[in-house]
T-cell receptor, first 116, second 118 residues
Framework: NAGVMQNPRHLVRRRGQEARLRCSPM?????VYWYRQLPEEGLKFMVY????????ESGMPKERFSAEFPKEGPSILRIQQVVRGDSAAYFC??????????????FGQGTRLTVV | AQSVTQLDSHVSVSEGTPVLLRCNYS??????LFWYVQHPNKGLQLLLK??????LVKGINGFEAEFKKSETSFHLTKPSAHMSDAAEYFC????????????????FGKGTHLIIQP
């Protein structure tokens, strides 16, 4: 059972371009979470999705950022018109259920976005 | 509201000596606490978690942590460091008042970089 797969591992974009980050959850997992780690900071929650539904996007910037988790295929975090301040590591996690005690969220290796 | 403070950004120990990574938290409710480890070019891996059961929690690779409510601390320890322990360690808090389970209510510390000297 492969772990959470994120690609690309590294992404370089010029200011104003679009960035698309992909996350394939572990097999059997239907919950996906995106976190962002700015330089010298801890990971910050962005968005929680289930298949075809956004459950909680309280951590998403109001503009330029969007996320989806379609019925088929990976979850996508999309950043439009990137700016230098978007440079960060973006981590995806997945879990099988929202069990209070037994759930463990498994994290991917992250995508390191650099905006030049 | 909840927060977590990792008191040291870098910790350096010699191989074979004890490891202590410090973490203090604040939470309005009964917290669940976790330690995650991130090795270079790897994803985050759960080391151990506290969810209101025994206050001394044993994790993988010989690590353990003790929940001390009076001190609002959850320090991570290991009796004898190994070279393979060199990594970034994150202390994480969530609260039962949050939806519970999953990974949407996690608050991460800024991380402690553990360096092992040969």
């Amino acid at each position: 059972n492969a772990g959470v797969m994120q690609n690309p591992r590294h992404l370089v974009r010029r200011r104003g371009q679009e960035a698309r980050l992909r996350c394939s959850p572990m097999k059997g997992h239907s919950h996906v979470y995106w976190y962002r780690q700015l330089p010298e900071e801890g990971l910050k929650f962005m968005v929680y999705l289930q298949k075809e539904n956004i459950i909680d996007e309280s951590g998403m910037p109001k503009e330029r950022f969007s996320a989806e988790f379609p019925k088929e295929g990976p979850s996508i975090l999309r950043i439009q018109q990137v700016v230098r301040g978007d440079s960060a590591a973006y981590f995806c996690a997945s879990s099988p259920a929202r069990d209070r005690v037994n759930t463990e969220a498994f994290f991917g290796q992250g995508t390191r976005l650099t905006v030049v | 509201a909840q927060s977590v403070t990792q008191l040291d950004s870098h910790v350096s120990v010699s191989e074979g000596t004890p490891v202590l990574l410090r973490c203090n938290y604040s939470s309005s409710y009964s917290p669940s606490l976790f330690w995650y480890v991130q090795h270079p070019n790897k994803g985050l891996q759960l080391l151990l978690k506290y969810t209101s059961a025994a206050t001394l929690v044993k994790g993988i690779n010989g690590f353990e942590a003790e929940f001390k409510k009076s001190e609002t601390s959850f320090h991570l320890t290991k009796p004898s460091a190994h070279m393979s322990d060199a990594a970034e360690y994150f202390c994480v808090v969530t609260s039962e008042a949050y939806s519970g389970g999953g990974a949407d209510g996690l608050t991460f510390g800024k991380g402690t970089h553990l360096i092992i000297q040969p």
